[in-house]
């Protein structure tokens, strides 16, 4: 029977519901029927066991969201409508160095348990379309390219170059044995894998695609494979290869867009692999993007009138850690730590007012099936937490990494470091004034310290430039430059130009370059070395240590209001990056990272501000819409 039920008790949202124990049985059924071999056939329409199916899927990252949370999350998935779940695959994860592949997730807190998530989604009696990709764009770091690729040579990555296939081809004789079981072929939930991720805006070597096409093949996947692309007659001219079927990724004009796509698919079925309900935000742009949420219905109605669809994302979830990816147009700009996209459920799981205006959507094509939500999760206040000790990053930096010497300076990468920091250090053995320095080659983000103190900051385009610096005089003055990594780009042809660091050179006084370089690669993986009575001289970057108590665990949200830029690390766990800058102000913290009794927060601060707490908040703050 239908009620209304509530995950708060207090928001309403139309469920189709019945006893807890009744569910229960039903969601048990369901999977033990999913475990049994099935068949999916794209012909005229998509069809399940020889049925018309149509596909409801909602986009869930796995590594978005902590493992504890998967249950309540797809099952509200399940409550919406939802007969599909869907996720990309991150290479940048899988294989963090080369020849080294995770899939246990024994170092992310579970989040590379891909096939832990998929069989999770199966018992729950959801479908699961996978995009294992080598690229997935999804606003990851390098759209999910590991950073190593780009530590010797200038592979044209997204090509047939056999440089870069090789790489590929690695990557899927380990990858494809894991999900070959979890097709529907083999009984499980797995209905369809994507080739490549919209590839139609990047290039047209379709050598590359085919290449592949056939990796997988030969890897043991006989389910659909197919591609996802915008709109347009050019784009899907440029990845038109066959036995790969088309789909189409957009916002709105579902109408046009498949009326569009109905000339490559052969007569078959049209699916948009991608209905963006909402957007992302970047660092220092000045608002939390939203959308209406009666526009994303209409919008959802439209194509579920001329299709199958993927609601992209139904559950957003977190950039952790160094994660986030960026966008470059006319300057760069990296995401958020919050990857809450104002989608139907918020960052942290809650129903929106959009989820239940699309529900009641999907409800009109699909009868909604018997579902019982998981007790909430909790939030919780715990006020403020007091600073407890700091040191300054030179004090602490003989117990962080061991120095690197070089002629030149060199790119993280070059150096084996992927993610985080570098410290590069010189001595001005031949100019005892500094004027004005240049970076040539660097990215993302420069603090120049002589002798200890801040002689310039610089950002992206502004690395390029003279930078008129004191004049410090004095002699063999020391140089130290720290270099931020703020994301590598996800999309766009800037994807072959991602080295972080120093690259080039570093001018002096307009003069000539400095040679002769100490670098300290400054993952940020390793702070449980850190040593709080190393020393601390104010202004610098600095550790700080942050301890409070919780008697029960549960959501909470980091205000760094009054710091300047940096990260937080809970209880060994990277929890993301912050910057005044906006528009996100507050992290969001999730209980299952927390432990009853004394907690520990680390927090890199490099802008020389900072308070004597940090405040622990019950709701979020995203910034201004």
Same mark, same amino acid.
């Given at each position: 029977m239908n009620k209304l039920a509530s995950r708060e008790g207090k928001d309403l949202c139309l469920l189709a519901l019945d006893t807890n124990q009744a569910c229960a049985k039903t969601c048990a059924e369901m999977g033990e029927k999913m475990e049994q071999l099935h068949t999916f056939e794209i012909r005229d329409q998509f069809y399940l066991d020889g049925n018309p199916f149509r596909i409801i899927s909602g986009g869930m990252h796995y590594f978005r969201v902590l493992p504890e949370y998967w249950e309540d999350r797809l099952l509200k998935l399940k409550a919406l409508g939802c007969n599909t779940v869907e996720t990309v695959v991150p290479w940048n994860l899988n294989e963090p160095k080369k020849g080294e592949f995770d899939f246990t997730g024994k170092k992310l807190h579970g989040l590379t348990d891909l096939v832990g998530y998929v069989k999770l989604a199966q018992k729950?009696?959801?479908w699961v379309i996978l995009r294992?990709?080598? =690229?997935?764009c999804a606003e990851w770091e390098f759209g999910g390219f590991p950073a190593w690729l780009l530590?010797?040579?200038d592979m044209a990555l997204r090509t047939s170059d056999e440089r870069y296939l090789r790489h590929v081809r690695d990557y899927y004789k380990v990858l494809m044995p894991y999900l070959a079981p979890l097709q529907i072929t083999q009984g499980g939930p797995v209905l369809m894998m994507q080739v490549e991720n919209e590839y139609g805006t990047f290039g047209n070597d379709k050598k590359?695609? *085919?290449?592949?096409?056939d990796m997988m093949r030969e890897g043991g996947i006989d389910v659909p494979l197919f591609q996802s692309d915008g709109p347009a007659d050019d784009i899907f001219q440029n990845t038109a290869v066959e036995d790969l079927f088309p789909t189409a990724n957009f916002g709105s004009r579902g109408k046009i867009a498949f009326d569009c796509l *109905? *000339?490559?698919n052969h007569g078959g079925p049209c699916m948009c692999a991608e209905l963006w309900v909402g957007w992302f935000d970047a660092w220092r742009s000045g608002k939390h993007h939203t959308t209406d949420a009666d526009q994303a219905a209409k919008e959802l109605r439209e194509v579920l009138e001329g299709g199958s669809v993927n609601l992209y994302v139904?559950?957003?979830?977190?950039? #952790?850690? #160094?994660m986030n990816g960026s966008n470059y147009g006319e300057f760069l700009t990296p995401d958020v730590t919050s990857y809450d996209y104002d989608a139907l459920l918020t960052e942290d799981g809650q129903i929106t007012e959009k989820y239940k205006k699309c529900q009641q959507v999907i409800a009109e094509f699909e009868p909604l099936q018997e579902v019982e939500l998981l007790p909430p999760v909790k939030r919780s206040a715990y006020g403020e937490a007091p600073v407890v000790a700091k040191t300054d990053l030179f004090h602490a930096l003989p117990d962080l990494a061991q120095p690197q010497e070089s002629v030149t300076p060199q790119a993280m990468e070059r150096m084996g470091q992927s993610y985080g920091y570098m410290l590069y250090s010189a001595v001005l053995e031949s100019s005892s004034e500094l004027n004005s320095l240049k970076l040539f080659k660097a990215a993302d983000r420069a603090i120049a310290f002589i002798d200890k103190q801040r002689a310039m900051t610089a950002y992206d385009r502004e690395l390029e430039v003279r930078h008129e610096v004191g004049p410090f005089h004095g002699k063999n003055m020391h140089l130290d430059i720290l270099v931020e990594n703020m994301g590598r780009v996800n999309y766009g042809p800037y994807l072959n130009w991602q080295r972080k660091g120093i690259d080039g050179c570093v001018m002096i006084n307009d003069r000539f370059a400095q040679h002769n370089w100490k670098q300290y690669a400054l993952p940020m993986t390793n702070l449980d070395q850190l040593n709080f009575e190393?020393? =601390?001289?104010?202004?610098?970057?600095? #550790? =700080?240590?942050?301890e409070f108590n919780v008697d029960e665990p549960a959501d909470t949200f980091l205000d760094m209001t009054g710091w300047g830029k940096g990260f937080v690390v809970v209880n060994a766990f990277n929890l993301g990056r912050f910057w005044e800058e906006g528009p996100q102000r507050r992290l969001y913290l999730p209980g299952a990272l927390l432990k009853p009794g004394k907690n520990e927060l680390l927090i890199f601060e490099t802008e020389g501000k900072h308070k004597a707490t940090v405040i622990l908040c019950d709701t979020p703050d995203l910034g201004d819409e």
């Open positions: 729950l009696g959801l294992p990709s080598p =690229y997935i530590a010797d040579g590359y695609i *085919k290449a592949l096409r *109905k *000339k490559y139904a559950e957003g979830g977190t950039n #952790f850690g #160094f190393a020393g =601390y001289e104010e202004g610098l970057p600095a #550790f =700080y240590q942050v």
